[in-house]
T-cell receptor, first 113, second 112 residues
Framework: GAGVSQTPSNKVTEKGKYVELRCDPI?????LYWYRQSLGQGPEFLIY????????DSGLPNDRFFAVRPEGSVSTLKIQRTERGDSAVYLC???????????FGPGTRLTVL | SQQGEEDPQALSIQEGENATMNCSYK?????LQWYRQNSGRGLVHLIL?????REKHSGRLRVTLDTSKKSSSLLITASRAADTASYFC????????????FGPGTSLSVIP
């Protein structure tokens, strides 16, 4: 079956612009995670969804970041008023349930000029 | 502060040798996972070990967990050039086990 997919694979934007990053999890996976990874570092937890609800958004760095998963499948990470420090690879992962291995997508590389 | 940290930061070995990476963490865990990331590619799950387990195997991989020392190790036996990658440990704590925290990783180079 298909794995986790993320679109776009690359996004270049200007400082101050709004961006949306999309994640399509593996069908049937109820748990969905967003991470951010900078060069040479491990993934940094942003937010976790169980079904449609954000069960833990404690990793979102500030209120410019927001994520939704309205139907319990596809999720969108939204970043307002982008800053150069937001440049990173944004990773999405899904899991059949909490407390299980996670299946990662290829990531979206965001570059803020 | 980091929940988990891998050691060493970088490791270079000859093909055929064994590679050992360690992970130390601070807070009591529900489970600990190891992931591999090849250059420019996504993360791949290797092994999940729960807090009540001490050792798990998967092919050439062996993971141990010592909860009294708050540490885990990943052993790769008979390494191959294709094992060249970054390896991360990730922990889910007992109080917040939905929030999986990754360490900074160990960069492994296997020289043919």
């Amino acid at each position: 079956g298909a794995g986790v997919s993320q679109t776009p694979s690359n996004k270049v934007t200007e400082k101050g612009k709004y961006v949306e990053l999309r994640c399509d999890p593996i069908s049937g996976h109820t748990a969905l995670y967003w991470y951010r990874q900078s060069l040479g570092q491990g993934p940094e937890f942003l937010i976790y969804f169980q079904g449609t609800g954000a069960a833990d958004d404690s990793g979102l760095p500030n209120d410019r970041f927001f994520a939704v998963r309205p139907e319990g499948s596809v999720s969108t990470l939204k970043i307002q008023r982008t800053e150069r420090g937001d440049s990173a690879v944004y990773l999405c992962a899904s899991s059949p349930r909490l407390d299980n291995e996670q299946f990662f997508g290829p990531g979206t590389r965001l570059t803020v000029l | 502060s980091q929940q988990g940290e891998e050691d060493p930061q970088a490791l270079s070995i000859q093909e055929g040798e064994n590679a050992t990476m360690n992970c130390s963490y601070k807070t009591s865990i529900n489970n600990l996972q190891w992931y591999r990331q090849n250059s420019g590619r996504g993360l791949v799950h290797l092994i999940l070990i729960r807090s009540n387990e001490r050792e798990k195997h998967s092919g050439r991989l062996r993971v141990t967990l010592d909860t009294s020392k708050k540490s885990s190790s990943l052993l790769i036996t008979a390494s191959r050039a294709a094992d060249t990658a970054s390896y991360f440990c990730a922990t889910a704590t007992k109080t917040s086990y939905d929030k999986v925290i990754f360490g900074p990783g160990t960069s492994l180079s296997v020289i043919p």
